[in-house]
């Protein structure tokens, strides 16, 4: 029997089990791409199937709609701004900005930012277009908002075929918070402070300074060429 059929059996019991939730079960050698898969969609993102990017649309629409999640809460107006230590504007988006900014995505971008889920690895591209392993020099700003969220130079090479950072380009700037969303392998999801956008996951299994791995998807991220003006970027006065 192989890998694979065995991978299916189990998921198809903890299917029943977990009332309609399939768990990411995986070869050693897979690992580290399987912690930036979601559970229930595991066999959409390795397979495409046709029900998982039927329900990509109406689930982010849903989650674009009811706007607050776990870490992160759209701005009533209100508030005062708040800048971040490298002077952007990291004030949460209020939910009608959200949706104005997430409607400007296709269907699967929406998926990736507002339900948390997950590109297959190895195929990703960017919201305007770049490869997942673009080696241009610049800045990796949130698909939904533009917020500055990594630099090129903390880019490395994962091997596991998203886009993979050792650091933010400022810790206010990211969001980080417990994920669970598979049995016995919690998590920390990465979430965009400004829009409340799903990154991806980070992990402690990166290259120094850090020994972080920030696994992202590339279809929450749009790219800043190196030179060019950078979005929220406050001007002193």
């Given amino acids: 029997m192989t890998a694979w059929c065995v991978v299916c059996m189990l998921l198809l019991c903890m299917h029943s089990f977990a009332a309609g939730k399939a768990a990411a079960v995986v070869a050693p050698r897979a690992v580290s791409r399987a912690h930036c898969v979601r559970p229930y969609s595991l066999f959409g993102n390795l397979f495409g199937t046709k029900a998982?990017?039927?329900d990509m649309g109406s689930a982010a629409s849903k989650a674009g709609a009811e706007g607050s999640r776990e870490g992160?809460?759209?701005s009533t107006g209100a508030a005062p701004r708040k800048l971040s230590q490298s002077g952007f504007d990291v004030t949460?988006?209020?939910?009608?900005?959200?949706?104005?900014?997430a409607a400007k995505l296709n269907d699967f971008q929406r998926y990736v930012t507002l339900e948390q889920g997950t590109e297959r690895a190895f195929t990703g591209t960017t919201a305007d277009g770049l490869p997942w392993d673009n080696k241009q020099k610049g800045?990796?700003?949130?698909?939904?908002?533009?917020?500055?969220?990594?630099s090129?130079?903390?880019?490395?090479?994962?091997?596991?075929?998203?886009?993979s950072f050792y650091a933010p380009i400022d810790k206010d700037h990211v969001v980080e918070v417990v994920d669970k969303s598979i049995p016995w392998m919690p998590r920390v999801e990465?979430?965009?402070a400004k829009s409340g956008a799903h990154l991806g996951h980070v992990f402690?299994?990166?290259?120094?300074?850090t020994g972080k791995r920030y696994c992202i998807n590339a279809a929450a991220l749009k790219f800043v060429p190196e030179g060019q003006p950078l979005p929220n970027?406050?001007?002193e006065q």
């Avoid at 949460?92 to 900014?101: F, G, I, N």
């Avoid at 800045?139 to 990594?150: D, K, M, R």
């Fill in 52 to 54: 998982a990017k039927a």
């Fill in 72 to 74: 992160w809460a759209p």
């Fill in 92 to 101: 949460p988006l209020t939910a009608e900005q959200r949706q104005q900014e």
């Fill in 139 to 150: 800045t990796y700003v949130s698909a939904i908002g533009g917020l500055p969220l990594f």
């Fill in 152 to 163: 090129s130079g903390t880019k490395f090479n994962s091997g596991t075929g998203w886009p």
């Fill in 190 to 192: 990465v979430i965009d």
């Fill in 204 to 209: 402690d299994d990166g290259p120094r300074p």
């Fill in 233 to 235: 970027k406050v001007e």
